[in-house]
Every structure is written in C-alpha cells, then in structure tokens.
C-alpha cells in the first residue's frame, strides 16, 4: 500500500523559516518524482516545486530563491526548506508522486499526501 505522509508544518512568523517533510512507503522511491504543492484558504491547490528522480529540481515563480526541495534516497523523504516565508505562503502543503514529472508539474501526481498546515503570522 502507498503511502505518502507530511509532517513538520506549523506557526510561523513572516520573516522566519521552516521545514516540512515527506515520508514515502509502499513505493520504488528512487525511481519516482516528487512534489510539492499548496492550498489557500478559498483558493485551489498548486503546484510549488517538483524534484526528479534524478534530483533536478523545478520550481513556481512564487517560491524561487526561497524554498529548497530536496530528497533522501536512503530514507525514502522528501524535504521542503522555506525561508522568508510571507503571509501568503500560508496554507495546507501536500507532496506527491509519479514516476512522471510531467505529472507533477501539472499537478495530477499519481499518490498524494494528507497534508500539513503551514501558517504565517505574527
């Protein structure tokens, strides 16, 4: 059974920074992409970042220069780093898989995460 599972979100003041991470089971980690997407309140879910199986990373305009994906093979984990985080950056962050990254940047990843609340605010 997959499972996709995120933690380390939390209150956050702007300014400062913070890591969630994304533990996978049930899966050939090494050979999947993975990413990182977002959602608002009252507003839909969207992509955030993407990293390939081969480590080549991708990001949307909004997180470039300050949030860093990353992954642990050996762990079967995925890291996002946020730094300078803004109010707006406030939401609930997924991860997901494909063995696609096409599928990932377009936001249709074939395993989704539960999700974990990130909150920025003073």
């Known amino acids: 059974q997959v499972q996709l599972m995120e933690s380390g979100g939390g209150l956050v003041q702007p300014g400062g920074s913070l890591r969630i991470s994304c533990a996978t089971s049930?899966?050939?980690?090494?050979?999947?992409?993975m990413g990182w997407y977002r959602q608002a309140p009252g507003k839909e879910r969207e992509f955030v970042a993407v990293?390939?199986?081969?480590?080549?990373?991708f990001y949307e305009d909004f997180v470039k220069g300050r949030f860093i994906i990353s992954r642990d093979n050996d762990k079967s984990t995925i890291d996002l780093s946020m730094n300078n985080l803004k109010p707006e950056d406030t939401g609930v962050y997924y991860c997901g898989a494909s063995t696609n990254p096409n599928e990932i940047v377009a936001g249709t990843p074939v395993h989704w995460g539960q999700g974990t609340q990130v909150t920025v605010s003073s």
């Open positions: 049930g899966v050939r980690f090494e050979i999947y992409s």
């Open positions: 990293i390939s199986s081969g480590g080549t990373t």
